[in-house]
């Protein structure tokens, strides 16, 4: 549609437009990284936010059949730091500790004896690669429920024989899917995959998928600074898929 | 341009009218100052007297208001996040540079670092993880608003617009001859826009699929998994880096007044009719 006029009116016009416009130009502060900094750390806890309201405590994540799991040998060996923390497997107990009727240290033979979960399921990384393995263990919630978790709790706080540490939103730690695993590819998990026991999550990214585990912790309180190895580096805390 | 019409002006101009108000026949009616009768009692002088020019036309300029508000909100709001989520996702994509297994890892393609954003993985995907936000937010405004207001009509692709592709593309890649331009937007415009905003809607889905594959297996399902879906998400900033340059090209190639109007909305003198 062309109009006519004269030109200070479209001047006027113009201006009057542009300044409408100018309020986006708010979006420069990215541009400073003093500013970017914290904005963009705040746009993942918002992120965050959605990530744990969207999240649907009975939703599956898709499971496969045997012929769709990588070869074992296809199966990242993937940590932080080592391999092979030296796990003393004859003496390793898992350490149960907060917001629980019966903490203390329980052996592997215990968390074998509640009811056993096998799954092949995605593990996804962060960095962008995905592999589909076979996973044996016991869901968490049960073992929870062994030992008297209060699940109205908020987190499950978890530590490494590598010095590994996470956090993990209850709602997660109860879903079906979440499990102590110990068992891949239908062998005792390998020193390279977290033996003896590691978290398997199909609903988390493969960072908060703890291996070598030592303790956890019921808790509704995170120290700050102390969510989880990556997470205090600016990873997402949530990191649920 | 605008300063030639000025000085075409006499000395005490009108006061401003808006364009309803401002017809020809007020404007003709404006008595020159600098009148014949004047200039007749006047001496007379050895160098010629500048001669004041009959304003037989009304001084207007043609102007079209282009680019609604929300429209100029969604285009800058978009721009900026396109280019953070591009940069900031060809940092995360040096991560895993391959679209293969993770066993054995072949390098596709080394991004150089100074293409991208965020300085390492968790940084790059802080800004991804805020700008998805502005960008989602930029589409889907803007999308409700084209289709509400119909303004979507000046820039969608439809199948009458077919035709008109070759001779603008022969127009423009091989020098041939300018075709009729009559609406905002030539075939080929229609062409590159709709299909970048189907990019745009390609790039949020399989976003979404790549951030929250458990919650949304269904979509992830529907695009072929979550392994192609990323290859997806990929193809789709490939598209959007294939508009921008030529975009771009063309917002220089077209001048001042084109590029103004996605600021101030209203474009001077248009090159088409209507």
Same mark, same amino acid.
């Given at each position: ?13 113009? =201006? ?17 990284? =003093? ?35 990588? *070869? ?25 500790? &907060? ?6 240290? @329980? ?14 399921? =995605? ?12 996973? &044996? ?69 493969? @960072? ?15 120290? *700050?600074?102390?969510? &989880? ?10 990191? &649920?898929? | ?11 005490? $101009? ?34 010629? /007297? ?26 800058? /709001? ?5 280019? /953070?989520?591009?940069?900031?996702? %060809? ?27 965020? +300085?390492?993985?968790? +940084? ?16 889907? %405004? ?34 041939? $001859?300018? $075709? ?21 809607? %390609?790039? %949020? ?40 340059? +030529? ?7 077209? +001048? ?19």
């Amino acid at each position: 549609m062309i109009e006519k006029m004269e030109d200070q009116e479209l001047r006027r016009k113009s =201006r009057r437009q542009l300044l409408k416009l100018a309020p986006v130009a708010a979006l420069g502060v990215f541009a400073f990284s =003093r500013l970017s900094d914290p904005l963009v750390a705040a746009g993942v806890r918002f992120s965050d936010w959605a990530s744990s309201a969207l999240f649907r405590s009975q939703h599956l994540a898709p499971t496969f059949s045997m012929s769709d799991v990588v *070869p074992f040998s296809a199966f990242p060996y993937n940590g932080y730091d080592v391999t092979d923390p030296g796990v003393d497997l004859e003496k390793w107990t898992l350490t149960v500790e &907060g917001d629980v009727q019966h903490p203390g240290e @329980y052996k592997l033979s215990q968390i074998q004896a509640l009811s056993k979960i096998s799954q092949n399921t =995605r593990h996804i990384c962060v960095e962008g690669w995905d592999v589909i393995g076979a996973f &044996g263990g016991t869901r968490i919630s049960d073992f929870l429920n062994l030992v008297g978790a209060n699940t109205s709790a908020r987190f499950l706080e978890v530590e490494c024989a590598d010095d590994y540490y996470e956090s993990i939103d209850m709602a997660s730690v109860l879903h079906p899917q979440s499990l102590l695993c110990y068992e891949m590819y239908g062998q005792p998990l390998d020193r390279g995959h977290g033996a003896p026991l590691r978290l398997q999550m199909p609903t988390k990214l493969g @960072y908060k998928q703890a291996k070598y585990l030592e303790t956890i912790r019921v808790t509704s309180v995170l120290k *700050p600074g102390k969510t &989880g190895y990556w997470e205090d580096q600016g990873y997402s805390w949530f990191g &649920g898929l | 341009m605008a300063n030639e019409e000025e000085k075409k002006l006499p000395p005490e $101009p009108p006061p401003a009218r808006s364009a309803e108000d401002a017809s020809t026949a007020e404007i003709v009616a404006y008595i020159d100052p600098v009148s014949p009768a004047t200039r007749e009692s006047a001496p007379p002088v050895s160098e010629p /007297v500048p001669q004041a020019e009959p304003l037989e036309e009304p001084v207007l300029v043609r102007a079209a208001y282009e680019h609604p508000l929300p429209i100029r909100i969604t285009h800058w /709001v978009n721009a900026v996040s396109v280019f /953070v989520m591009v940069t900031s996702g %060809l940092r995360i994509f040096r991560a895993f540079p391959t679209f293969g297994p993770k066993i054995p890892e072949k390098v596709l393609l080394d991004i150089p670092k100074a293409l991208t954003l965020g +300085g390492w993985l968790g +940084g790059a995907l802080q800004w991804h993880f805020t700008f998805m936000w502005f960008f989602a937010a930029s589409g889907v %405004l803007y999308l409700a608003y084209q289709i509400s207001s119909g303004h979507y009509r000046t820039v969608l692709f439809t199948t009458k617009d077919i035709s008109g592709v070759w001779p603008m593309a022969r127009h423009y890649f091989l020098f041939g $001859p300018k $075709p009729p331009v009559s609406g905002q937007y030539n075939p080929l415009q229609k062409l590159a826009y709709t299909s970048t905003i189907g990019f745009g809607v %390609l790039s %949020l889905l399989t976003g979404l699929v790549l951030y929250k594959p458990a919650q949304f297996s269904a979509l992830a399902w529907l695009l072929g998994g979550f392994h192609l879906t990323r290859i997806w998400h990929f193809a789709a900033m490939c598209g959007f880096l294939a508009f921008i340059p +030529g975009h771009l090209i063309m917002v220089v190639l077209h +001048g001042w007044s084109n590029f103004f109007s996605m600021l101030s909305g209203w474009k001077r003198e248009p090159e088409y009719q209507e």
